[in-house]
């Protein structure tokens, strides 16, 4: 088998394993949007109904293994066609080039960070340690019992909002998921981090 091919290949595992490795969207969406409970609650009920893929009420180890191969399968599939330039089903030696230079130029733009480099590498990484399958899929979500179920989901996540909503005015703004996260910066700058 022409060894470009297992190069690009491993390359496209190597990267599927980063996708993974990244958190679900999160129930309480973007650091910058404002957020209710009644919002918080809708989407953790959106994100559950796509989770539990055989609708019997509890998202499962299984569940979330299947999920897990199924994007990863994916991610592989657009990585190949990402190199595929020309749709032929195969990846040349001057495609993986032209795809090689064209992620160094973007790196470069971005300062020369990379995913180790920056932010997002960091979120990987802390995401990754949570759990072999992930922040939101790993051993905690799913306790002894090997499930979690939408009520469980909806308590942790309404919960976490609690933390945030520090005026107690039902919503979670910009300026207290600000707070929020340098408290948490201070506390892992001192060794005590929590989740929240």
Do not use: K
């Amino acid at each position: 088998m022409n060894s470009l091919f297992l190069l690009a290949s491993a390359a496209a595992v190597a990267a599927a394993g980063v996708a993974v490795a990244q958190p679900a969207r999160h129930p309480m969406g973007s650091h910058d949007a404002e957020i209710t409970r009644q919002q918080v609650i809708e989407r953790v009920d959106r994100h559950f109904q796509q989770m539990d893929a055989n609708n019997d009420g509890r998202f499962t180890r299984e569940e979330a293994g299947a999920q897990r191969e199924r994007m990863r399968g994916e991610h592989m599939q657009r990585a190949f066609a990402r190199l595929d330039a020309n749709n032929d089903g195969s990846i040349s030696r001057e495609e993986f080039s032209q795809h090689r230079a064209g992620r160094a130029e973007r790196r470069a733009g971005r300062g020369g960070e990379g995913m180790r480099g920056g932010h997002a590498g960091g979120r990987m990484m802390r995401h990754h340690r949570a759990g072999p399958e992930g922040h939101m899929m790993g051993g905690r979500l799913f306790g002894e019992q090997g499930f979690v179920t939408r009520e469980q989901m909806r308590e942790r996540a309404l919960a976490r909002f609690d933390r945030l909503d520090a005026d107690r005015n039902g919503t979670v703004t910009a300026e207290e998921r600000r707070a929020a996260r340098e408290r948490r910066r201070g506390r892992m700058h001192d060794g005590t981090e929590s989740d929240g």
